[in-house]
């Protein structure tokens, strides 16, 4: 049994053609607190270290072949299943991403509120874990995980969208107002040759800003696991 006594602020694909997922490479985070726990599994970050969901210094994907934690939460109701932090982004910065909490209990049933109330229970102050060990879900379970999650995080994936595009308009609004300043500031000087060439850096500027709007504009969507945890029913 472990207490836990940190708290950790987080939130929370995408057309299903579009979204790209990963199934292998580094190990998830540490399921913890304050309080760290063993980690026969590998896995190497504790959720307290972590300040922001929306903030992660590094990529983090969950192993698909390796031993996962088993963990029972004293005193919180929950079914057998598998707890899942899913990292969704669509762009390269960090007010594209979020972090999805997903549970699906033991008949591959999706619980669309178990997730964050899990998620809120294991960073409550004081909280008592039992930890062990459990063996990885197979390919076929991990299959319809990743279904079901996809599913569940696609309002996510609409509003990362829906935030981004009105991000980089209103940025490239704002960028246009000002090259169009100038360029009437410029038409109004005198010398012919220094107006001509102050125009043509204008519009190549302007050229520049409307190749590098369209590129912004993207959404390159991807859905990777973080943490698959084995929750056990107290």
Known sequence: MVSAGSSV?????????ALGSSESG?????LATSTIV???????????????????PLIVVQDRSADVLS????????EDGWFML?????ADDRRSTRVVPVFVNDRLVLRPIAGKRI????LRPGVRLTVGTASNAD???WARLEELSQDFAYNDFKDLSDRHERATKENHVKYAYALELRHEAVRR?????IRAAKLARIEAERAEMEASYAKERQVLPEFRCMLLVRLVES
């Open 189 to 193: 000087v005198g010398i012919e040759n």
């Open 71 to 78: 963990v029972e939460i004293e005193d919180f109701p929950n």
């Open 9 to 17: 602020s987080g939130s929370t694909s995408f057309s299903e053609s």
């Open 38 to 56: 063993s980690d026969p599994s590998g896995l190497r970050k504790s959720l307290a270290s972590v300040p922001s969901f929306t903030a992660m």
């Open 86 to 90: 899913w990292e969704l982004s669509i």
């Open 139 to 141: 390919a076929e379970t």
């Open 119 to 122: 998620m809120d229970a294991l």
């Open 26 to 30: 580094c190990t998830g985070l540490q």
